[in-house]
């Protein structure tokens, strides 16, 4: 039975410390979908999306209403389009994406994820048609999201794919440069992707999921930060178990809006994703947490250690209030949707090069990364190949949201709008890596990958 206290305690993180339902992802397999003639295919996808989400937009408005906990997302994610429209006759995949958008559209979801391809071992014929057919799909669509795995600790680094994901990035940017490079903030490139990540860009259905399932992303830094004040100046252990039973509370709430969305629309429960993921607004910070901890800002000695617990914390406490955990579950570090990440790198303690040694132990990686436009396709993917390797090396998923906005340079602002946030841009090593990246091949896999 609920106590009275439990109950205000909620009410409290909800009301005051912005505890929030980030998204409710309803998955989709495309699989049956599958035709020659992209016309069919294109309209198969519209008419399936458009069915099987019909209700999902009033069941989130329903519950959120019912039980007063802020559900700010309602998303889908649907089987790699690669893989599906691997048989379409078609050198382009944008009418897909605007098929996908048509139907986001009308059943009202803020995103829909799956423009995606899978080539962390090599290219299939449909992979390479879909990443060519990125930039144009995200500068004519407005509610889809791309992704694109490219390395993982069984395989390697595709580092064909590493090259040409560079040159994607700066001509997506190009194509959208009346937006600020907004189609940049819609494209991630992963590592070690999970099939169940309800959290955008880079959601997508995985081929190992059921046709439908309803996966639930749960958000709290205000709440985290709130209750690491009940215990200043004591020590690690306390933080940490601090952190561990608040994040356990956040995850039950998760929980009841998972199971009630699940019951109503009919759909399989897949997963809790307990991460902490921020916002612009001032209190929902993951960077103000680490700054609880004891330090002046954001990115100061001490800020990867800080990290690490969080996460750990995080991650233990998120076990102990559901069975099914997946997707990233952890704590995100996206600059331009983190006010304290903002300041941290407007007052020079956050470098680029201090958020890639934060990326080896949070949830992610170099997440909405607003940098000069001139930055060369080779310097990108170079930044992707470093985090390819954290994730490759260190058996967890690492990506690069990268935005390299045309027009700007060092101490411009970029502003995106929305849950997206604004940005200074930031500072990229100037030494050049075109030689290296020029190599190609694939970077074999570590001995840690031989785990049979």
Known sequence: MLTIKEILETNRMIEKNKLDVRTITLGISLQDCCHPDIKIFCQNIYDKITFEAQHLVRTGEDIEAEYGIPIINKRISVTPIAIVAGSCHTDSYVPVAQAMDAAAKAVGVNFIGGFSALVDKGYTKGARILIQSIPEALALSERVCSSVNLASTKSGINMDCVREMGEIVKRTAELTRDRDALGCAKLVVFANAPQDNPFMAGAFHGIGEPETVINVGVSGPGVVKRALEEV?????????????????????????????????????FGIIDLSLAPTPVVGDSVAHILEEMGLESCGAPGTTAALALLNDAVKKGGLMASSHVGGLSG??????????????????????EKLEAMTCVCSVGLDMIAVPGDTSAATISGIIADEAAIGMINNKTTAVRIIPVPGKKVGDWVEFGGL?????????????CEDFIARGGRIPAPIRGLTN
């Open 232 to 268: 200043k100046g004591q020590d690690f252990s306390a933080v940490a178990e601090t952190i561990k039973k608040t994040a356990f509370k956040i995850t039950r709430v998760g929980q009841l809006v998972a199971q009630e969305a699940s019951r109503r629309m009919g759909v399989p």
């Open 331 to 352: 704590a995100f570090i996206p600059v331009s949707e983190d006010a304290g990440m903002i300041a941290a790198v407007e007052c020079g303690s956050l470098t680029l």
């Open 420 to 432: 997206l946030g604004h940005s200074p841009i930031l500072k990229v090593n100037t030494f050049k």
